[in-house]
């Protein structure tokens, strides 16, 4: 499998074609699959979920059809995106297996930082407890969001993936309802008080990624 780390910040559209033409050579057994390491420039992504009065200020940042999974969200500098190309063909066909993994990964790679990431029924993606704020209208404990997950199957491999927030501007979110959940906030690795870097967790991502994905699903 490759690892693909790009420096600086990558057009979305070139990252879309770049999926596209590694999954098809993936299917067609002529490439090795691959986790690809990037940030991308301000913008919000919609996925088949997304519901347009979520899109709260359209004309901040560029808004692209995803055609991934779920609702609408933010990309941006100081956002570790691991765009994942995994035959699933080799992994067993089981999508909710693979979202889980999924899932699994980000909080393994969390728990490198002593973060403790969960999930939620009915919430898509990687939460943290913020004790340190008010209680919700709900009055249930404050969470927020540290990482989003959105995927795309084609003939069994998949690609889109994960986002985690290490230091991006969180104001940047205001522009959509995150995932279409407006009781909690979204939150970033620096915005919790550590000083990590995209570079650490591209070594927590690649540390724990044997953990949870064994080779071609063994």
């Not at 690809?36 to 420039?41: A, D, G, K, T």
């Not at 994942?84 to 080799?90: G, P, R, T």
């Amino acid at each position: 499998m490759e690892w693909k780390i790009t420096d600086g910040l990558t057009d979305y559209n070139d990252a879309v074609a770049f999926m596209e033409a590694r999954v098809a050579a993936i299917a067609a057994g002529e490439a090795d699959e691959c986790v690809w390491l990037l940030e991308h420039p301000p913008l919000y992504t919609a996925g088949t979920s997304a519901r347009i009065e979520d899109l709260t200020n359209p004309d901040r940042f560029p808004v692209f059809e995803a055609k991934r999974g779920g609702e609408y969200t933010y990309h941006g500098p100081g956002q570790r995106v691991a765009y994942v190309m995994l035959d699933l063909n080799k992994r067993g066909k089981d999508v909710r297996r693979f979202v889980k993994q999924l899932e699994e990964w980000v909080i393994a790679a969390l728990a490198e930082f002593n973060v403790h990431g969960e999930i939620r029924d009915g919430r898509v993606g990687v939460w943290v407890r913020r004790n340190d704020k008010p209680l919700t209208p709900s009055g249930q404990p404050a969470e927020d969001k540290v990482a989003a997950i959105g995927l795309r199957l084609r003939k069994w491999v998949s690609f889109h993936g994960i986002s985690i927030n290490v230091e991006p501007d969180l104001e940047h979110f205001s522009g959509i309802v995150p995932c279409g959940i407006t009781e909690h906030g979204v939150t970033s690795l620096v915005d919790l008080g550590l000083p990590v870097t995209l570079v650490d967790v591209d070594t927590a991502l690649r540390k724990t990624f044997s953990e949870v994905f064994a080779p071609n699903g063994g």
